[in-house]
């Protein structure tokens, strides 16, 4: 195993750089004490976390566990009980619900959350820290998850539900599962591995059921709790925020007041705000709730309420209001004794930018967490990158042909006629230059010389290039085979490839990365297998 800093690789934004850094230009706008950089912060802004949420949290999350028969693992029934003490606290991570827990960075993720817990756990032996998948089920983008991507090709869920992605149920799941199965016919451990996938999507009766299940099955021994959210008596405590979100319209101003200021200070931006930042939300539907005049529509849908209309549905009907990226984090930090929030790069940066709508619905922020990241390397990759002498970090900072060639650049190889080159077309601008100012009229015989020198000159600098592409072609091509595997700043290996795939070829994939995860913001992790 290897680690490195992620920063040196250049995948990271200026905003998430800035928050492991604790640079100056945030602690300014934020204070350097903020949960947001604070562990001890965090904590004691949930101290006094309400008790009469954490039993409706208690009892929503026994009643989901008991109604999938996941209700007999000891360790799982404790950690769900230990949440009724105030001494209790979570540490939480969420995601869209892709088939098979999706790209591999979710397992880095759900690895980092568990490592974090455990971490805190250390720090502060006289607490409880319990780490929380909140699977993010009211998300309705389908298209983002319909596809797997696996051994070069897609697998794609072909179903015509709409709405919220947890609620769909699976029973046209068979789009995937059937050419899955021809595709790994040959395979008879990846055939055992997918037929009890298989077991667990096709008796769930929604992808959020069979997302719990799957990671109950993973996961439950770390003990890992997953909360969907998508609930009546949990979204009770969020209507007060919903009605001031319909009637007041502040949100869009704090949230955009200080994404100016992060812009200002040189952060980077992932999110925008709008005036209402909930969806209406029904089997079948998940829609932007728009004001028009004195009335509310649901975009997209014949739905309209009056003022008192809209105010009476979230009395009697709070599961139908569903919070877009801009509250959601508002909505986990309401329900949740919550210390801590376990994200990648671009979650940090939209984070960042809620810091004054915390503020304006008067909720306690979360210490923020970068996940770690993981790079599968296979043992004979690291021996053929050692034997040219090339870096890991290398591999991300190489980019073009001449990145390439330099990389294998022996010692009789020089620069010179390309240094030589430049020479030339620096003494031509010169001379350019200088003719420009009228002291030589009679220059276009040298101009047409010059050029026929450039000309010659190029020629020679591209033979020499190809030459040297002809003599490294099978270094370059195994180079760029080992990139395209996701060693490259263009292609994050835990990004384009699926979980599934390590999974399938490596039954100890999950073991083996637990053992070599460590708690350690703003580092990746190079494991040989």
């Known amino acids: ?30 204070g350097s004490s903020h949960p947001y950089l604070d562990l001890e912060k965090a904590i004691a802004g949930k101290t006094e976390f309400a008790a009469n949420k954490r039993r409706d949290l208690v009892n929503v999350l026994e009643e989901n566990y008991s109604r999938l028969g996941l209700n007999k693992h000891p360790l799982i029934n404790s950690n769900i009980t230990a949440l009724l003490d105030q001494n209790t606290y979570t540490v939480t991570t969420g995601q869209q619900l892709h088939l098979f827990l999706g790209p591999a960075f979710m397992v880095y993720k759900l690895l980092s959350t568990i490592k974090a817990a455990e971490y805190y756990q250390h720090l502060h032996p006289d607490k ?15 298209e983002e998850i319909k596809d797997t991507p696996l051994f070069g ?19 046209d799941i068979q789009t995937v599962f059937e050419p899955l199965k021809a595709k790994l016919s040959h395979d008879v451990k990846g ?29 439950a021994d770390y003990g890992l709790l997953c909360l969907d959210a998508d609930n009546a008596l949990l979204k009770t405590h969020f209507k007060s925020i919903v009605k001031a979100e319909l009637l007041d319209h502040k949100s869009e101003i704090s949230f955009n007041h200080f994404s100016q200021k992060m812009t200002d200070s040189s952060l980077s931006l992932q999110l925008k705000s709008r005036p209402i930042n909930l969806f209406y939300l029904k089997n079948g539907l ?79 922020a979360p210490l923020l967490v970068l996940r ?13 990158l050692e034997a040219n002498k090339i870096s890991i970090e290398q591999l991300f900072a190489i980019k073009t042909e001449k990145d390439k060639l330099d ?79 996701g060693f490259s700043a263009n292609n994050i290996q835990e990004r384009t490839n699926y979980a599934l795939s390590f999974w399938i070829k490596d039954y100890n994939y999950l073991n083996n990365c637990f053992s070599n995860i460590q708690y350690k913001p703003g580092y990746g992790f190079f494991l040989n297998i």
């Open 1 to 30: 195993m290897k680690e490195i800093d992620l920063v040196s690789l250049g995948t990271l934004s200026l905003s998430t750089i800035a928050l492991l850094r604790k640079d100056k230009n945030l602690t300014d706008l934020i």
């Open 128 to 142: 409880k820290f319990i780490p929380i998948f909140w699977l993010a089920s009211e998300d309705h983008d389908f």
């Open 153 to 171: 090709q897609n697998y794609t869920w072909i179903t015509e539900q709409k709405g919220a992605c947890g609620r769909y149920h699976l029973k």
């Open 191 to 219: 055939l055992e591995l997918l037929n009890s996938l298989e077991l667990i999507y096709t008796t769930s009766e929604t992808l959020s059921d069979a997302t719990v299940r799957l990671t109950h099955q993973l996961f």
């Open 286 to 364: 998940r829609a932007r709730i728009e004001q028009n005049d004195e009335d509310y529509i649901v975009v997209d849908s014949s739905i309209q309420f009056t003022k008192e209309g809209i105010l009476a549905e979230i009395e009697s009907h709070p599961e139908n209001f569903s919070p877009n990226a801009v509250l959601r984090p508002i909505y986990q930090e309401c329900i949740l004794p919550n210390i801590a929030y376990v994200g990648g790069n671009a979650e940090i940066n939209y984070w960042l930018q809620l810091k004054e709508i915390f503020e304006l619905y008067q909720t306690n």
């Open 372 to 384: 770690q990241s993981v790079w599968i390397i296979r043992n004979k990759q690291v021996e053929w």
């Open 407 to 485: 990389v294998f650049k022996s010692e009789d190889e020089s620069d010179e006629l390309s240094i030589l080159m430049q020479h030339f077309i620096d003494l031509k601008n010169k001379i350019l230059q200088y003719a420009d100012g009228g002291k030589l009229p009679n220059i276009k015989g040298l101009i047409d010389s010059g050029k026929n020198y450039e000309k010659s000159l190029k020629e020679l600098t591209k033979a020499e290039l190809s030459l040297r592409i002809e003599k490294n072609d099978k270094k370059i091509k195994k180079l760029e085979q080992i990139q395209n595997e």
